[in-house]
């Protein structure tokens, strides 16, 4: 079983931007990165939600078990189908 015992770090990154025509500023990704030298395996992380609902704050938890145990984590946000077609499917 994992557990969150170890020291990791966290940092916010823009990983796409469409630009001023969007509206929608740059979509966010929250990487969580073990203590150590590395590498690390990498798990990118998606939040629930169908398409409708939810944020890479919902991922927070299980992402800083998965920093403690040594596995790094990007949870990426990404536009819902209530922002317009074909938006979410753009990001």
């Known amino acids: 079983m994992l557990t969150k015992d170890a020291a990791f770090t966290t940092e916010d990154i823009a990983y796409l931007d469409h630009g001023t025509q969007s509206g929608a500023g740059p979509l966010m990704l929250r990487y969580f990165r073990p203590a150590g030298p590395g590498p690390f395996p990498l798990i990118v992380d998606l939040h629930g939600g169908a398409w409708t609902m939810g944020d890479l704050s919902g991922c927070q938890a299980r992402d800083e078990v998965l920093a403690g ?21 753009i990001d």
């Open 69 to 89: 145990a040594g596995f790094a984590a990007a949870a990426l946000d990404f536009r819902h189908a209530g922002d317009g077609y074909p938006t979410s499917l």
